[in-house]
Nanobody, 119 residues
Framework: QVQLVESGGGMVQAGGSLRLSCAAS????????MGWFRQVPGKEREFVAD????????GYADSVKGRFTMSRDYAKNTVYLQMNSLKPEDTAVYYC????????????WGQGTQVTVSS
């Protein structure tokens, strides 16, 4: 059973930084893509970033390009989302997700972690 556990959320002022972590367990993730999504109340969940576990190829939403960086640590089976130059509109619940391969829907989701950016 795949488990994804996020941590690192919190409250920060605009312009600040946070690093989210997602510890993955229950599988060998070499063929997986890991993603970060976010959601605010009343809106659909939106894609933020993803990374191929093997090869480390990343992709980002236009709204976070140049500010957010996703990475992975093989030894710790953990992916990270480094968020810099945070804006109030980045406020959301951030979710870690995993899918098998490089396309299609995400199969597994974490419980989410709240990020709040004050102006």
């Amino acid at each position: 059973q795949v488990q994804l556990v996020e941590s690192g959320g919190g409250m920060v002022q605009a312009g600040g930084s946070l690093r989210l972590s997602c510890a993955a367990s229950g599988r060998t993730f070499t063929t997986y893509t890991m993603g970060w999504f976010r959601q605010v109340p009343g809106k659909e969940r939106e894609f933020v970033a993803d990374i191929r576990w093997t090869g480390g190829i990343t992709g980002y939403a236009d709204s976070v390009k140049g500010r957010f960086t996703m990475s992975r640590d093989y030894a710790k089976n953990t992916v990270y989302l480094q968020m810099n130059s945070l804006k109030p509109e980045d406020t959301a619940v951030y979710y870690c997700a995993a899918r098998i391969g490089y396309g299609g829907p995400y199969n597994y989701w974490g419980q989410g972690t709240q990020v709040t950016v004050s102006s």
